[in-house]
């Protein structure tokens, strides 16, 4: 019930595409739902978070889509750029324990 | 950009060696993780700590453990390095919900 599902595990789009990565979660308690990015090399850094009392939120070219009766989640990335290539990942959070459930992480390649 | 440092960056050491793996972060914040991570794949939560003097387990088991004297520094040691331990080590604090991730150690034990 803790655990974060993550798909696809790797993903090519070509320039100038959408990118979608999707997500999925069983535990209700989960209040906070993060997506990290994270370069070869480097740290993960957070890049667009969404709380479950909206469905939708934008920031640039990048979007989460929040389903909370599917308890579902994805990361849209639109008109994807060689720079986006990187791997991202979902997290859930249930603000009790302070600790973030990750997903695997989805490795992004976008094509020039 | 997130004031947390990680020493060293690279480390490469023969098996059976102590080594204490450094991070430090300036933002005051309480929390603090330890995650281990092969590149590009799963973050696994290693230790973490709430506060001074507390520190916990994460769900994979480690050989390592670690301390919490001060809020702004907390060390990772392995007693006994030994090839499985070859790894990303990635160090994180929060102060609410957003953790902010150190650069990471790469560790090979050879």
């Known amino acids: 019930q803790q655990q974060v599902k993550q798909s696809p595990q790797s993903l090519i789009v070509q320039k100038g595409g959408i990118s979608i990565i999707n997500c999925a979660y069983e535990n209700t308690a989960f209040d906070y739902f993060p997506w990290y990015q994270q370069f070869p090399g480097k740290g993960p850094a957070l890049l667009i978070a969404i709380r479950p009392d909206v469905s939708e939120k934008k920031e640039g070219r990048f979007t989460i889509s929040f389903n909370k009766s599917a308890k579902q989640f994805s990361l849209h990335i639109m008109d994807s750029q060689p720079g986006d290539s990187a791997t991202y990942f979902c997290?859930?959070?249930?603000?009790?324990?302070?600790?973030?459930?990750w997903g695997a992480g989805t490795k992004l390649i976008i094509k020039p | 950009e997130a004031d947390i440092y990680q020493t060293p960056r690279y480390l490469v050491i023969g098996t059976g060696k102590k080594i204490t793996l450094e991070c430090s972060q300036t933002?005051?914040?309480?929390?603090m993780y330890w995650y281990q991570q092969d590149p590009g794949m799963e973050l696994h939560l290693i230790h973490y700590s709430y506060g001074v003097n507390s520190t916990e387990k994460g769900d994979l088991s480690s050989e390592s453990t670690v301390s919490r004297i001060r809020t702004e520094h907390f060390p990772l040691t392995l007693e006994s390095a030994r090839p499985s331990h070859t790894s990303q080590y990635l160090c994180a604090s929060s102060d609410q919900d957003e953790q902010f991730f150190g650069p990471g150690t790469r560790l090979t034990v050879l």
């Open positions: 933002m005051g914040h309480d929390k």
């Open positions: 997290a859930a959070w249930a603000g009790s324990n302070y600790q973030l459930i």
